[in-house]
């Protein structure tokens, strides 16, 4: 029986919340032991790599996965289309990387990054042969088996990359994992889907789709420049060394903001997407949406705020001491960030991908400015200035949403300004903590149970609605479970009778 909108919306979230928290976890466990194992200029030359990797990234895709999944229809012809020119598109530009790799040792003054680089860049190739596939499965909101397609490969990629750090390899474990990840997950997404290219290339479908996704393209491109421009001014204006306690604090911080706003906007954009025509039903399912991610990431992000540096003392001891108040500025900017792309994946379901990227142009002046002010002082400044860049541009996506789809300013505000208050309140609450006991361990374990206990119990008591639709979420998910086992013991108990 077909499912219903809200169903598949419901279980596209309950896919990809539980992809990015196992995703998440087996993230962090990995990064603990390569924290622990690597130097901080290990990191930093990786994260120089990943850069250059991001911007190939963003050539390849070319805004085509966006419109991909946006169209109402899409044919045989415009998979195979799409699929030729990522292909193509990743090894011309691997090529061109291959032989500037020197320049770019030259540039950061370390002769490790030619045969790193030069390794690490083939990740643009195999990822290039996922990306329709990809596509389609968020196209038909079959998150399932995206989910298996990430979480998969992190199991092993990080596996692989933990053998080769404890054995010395250093960067080249962190190399090593790049392309295992790329590889195992290109695999994963081919078995998981019965799409299969044939050699066609149409022009007409490739500009038609173009016309869609080119100012997603220039958007990406503009974000993904001003987003680098931070690791490539501190590996050029300070040190490697430097850059790896960026990458370390920006690293941990992703972790959380990045894995909420992309499990919300993954379920959200294909679900507006089919309700295109729709607005009315658009603005209720949005608004549902903007209530549960303040619900989830003002507790989540303000918590994790306060309880930064005995989280890093118990995970790493005061290796990464320096990287604290990085993270700590990082995750106010994570909240901005999970809201911009709640707005940013509406505004793009309706179509307006050339609103999207005239605000992402006016934010990235306002990144640009806060660097020029900043970049002399010192690096928790820079990033202080990063946490108020993500300020401004919410609040330009703001009233560009407001504008662009009658979902007024009031209304946004007061969605989420509950959550502020209760999750703010709950965290002044947990500074306290530290006054009770010096040991790190006791302060993680009494902030966050105390933390969970607290907030979950204010919204019961001010009769959620969000709260009480989330866990009972959960709670069906966990019948169904018990339901389906039960089926299967009964079923086997059957054909032993037989």
Known sequence: MEKTLKEKTVNALVWNT????????????????????????????????????????????SGFTVALIQRKNITDRDYNTIFFFNLSASIVLYLLLFFLAPLIAVWFEDARLVPLSRTMFLTVIIQAFGLVQSSILMRNMHMKAFAISNIVPLLISGTIAVILALNGYGPWALVAQ????????????????????????????????????????????????????????????????????YSQAD??????????????????????????????????????????????????????????????HVLFGTKWDASIPLFQLLLVKGIFFVFTTLMTNYLIAQGRTKTVF???????????????????????????????????????????????????????????????????SVCALLMLVPMITENPYWQLVLQITAGFLIYTGINKLLRSTIQQ???????????????????????NNDSTVE
């Open 251 to 312: 690293r941990w911080s992703k972790m959380g903001y990045t894995a909420l706003g992309q499990a919300l906007g993954q379920s959200l954009f294909p679900a507006l997407s089919s309700i295109q025509d729709d607005p009315e039903r658009m603005q209720r399912v949005y608004g549902k949406t903007n209530r549960t991610a303040a619900y989830l990431s003002f507790p989540f992000f303000l918590g994790l705020i306060v309880v930064a540096t005995p989280l890093f």
């Open 358 to 424: 005239h605000f992402e142009l006016i934010k990235n002046g306002v990144i640009l400015l806060a660097i020029l002010l900043t970049v002399r002082i010192s690096i928790p400044a820079l990033v202080a200035g990063q946490a108020a860049a993500g300020l401004a541009h919410y609040v330009i996506a703001l009233i560009i949403t407001s504008r662009a789809t009658q979902y007024s300013i009031k209304q946004q505000l007061k969605d989420i300004f509950p959550y502020i208050v209760i999750g703010g």
């Open 178 to 245: 790049a392309l295992a990840l790329a590889a195992v997950r290109s695999i994963l997404l081919w078995v998981q889907n019965s799409w299969r290219p044939r050699i066609q290339f149409d022009k007409a479908s490739f500009m038609s789709l173009y016309s869609t996704g080119k100012n997603m393209f220039l958007a990406s491109f503009t974000g993904t420049l001003f987003q680098n421009l931070y690791p490539l001014i501190i590996g050029i204006w300070y040190s490697l060394r430097d850059l790896g306690y």
């Open 469 to 491: 639709d989330i866990f009972n979420t959960i709670a069906n998910k966990i019948k169904n479970v018990k339901d389906l086992r039960k089926n299967d013991h009964k079923g």
């Open 18 to 61: 539980f992809d990015k928290t196992f995703s998440q976890i087996t993230y962090a466990v990995v990064g603990i032991i390569l924290a622990n194992t690597l130097f901080p200029e290990d990191f930093g030359l990786i994260h120089i790599i990943t850069v250059f990797s991001a911007f190939l990234s963003v050539f390849i895709d």
